[in-house]
Nanobody, 120 residues
Framework: QVRLVESGGGLVQAGGSLRLSCVASGIIFSINAMGWYRQAPGKQRELVAT???????NYADSVKGRFTISRDNAKRTVYLQMNSLKPEDTAVYYC??????????????WGQGTQVTVSS
């Protein structure tokens, strides 16, 4: 069974930094893309950043220059370094793994989410 476990959320003042981590566990042969999405209260879930297996990276315009996504394939881990945080970054952040090939076949998975709160 494949699971994604996030960590690193919390409360921070505006201008501060946080680092999120997400580890994929289970019998996994490969993962196409890993990334982060977020959902603020009353809003739809939106893409924050993604990174493919060959390190092609995509960022939402709202986080470009402030957030950095990285991936350690050997550890099945994706990170999100968030700097210069703003109150509007407050949301539940979800880890996503796309095209995960495991003993059960190929599928997409989501983590349980981690709360990030930025105070003004």
């Amino acid at each position: 069974q494949v699971r994604l476990v996030e960590s690193g959320g919390g409360l921070v003042q505006a201008g501060g930094s946080l680092r999120l981590s997400c580890v994929a566990s289970g019998i996994i042969f490969s993962i196409n893309a890993m990334g982060w999405y977020r959902q603020a209260p009353g809003k739809q879930r939106e893409l924050v950043a993604t990174v493919t297996g060959d390190y092609s990276i995509n960022y939402a315009d709202s986080v470009k220059g402030r957030f950095t996504i990285s991936r350690d394939n050997a550890k099945r881990t994706v990170y999100l370094q968030m700097n210069s945080l703003k109150p509007e970054d407050t949301a539940v952040y979800y880890c996503n793994a796309e095209g995960v090939l495991s003993v059960g076949g190929r599928s997409d998975y989501w983590g349980q989410g981690t709360q990030v709160t930025v105070s003004s």
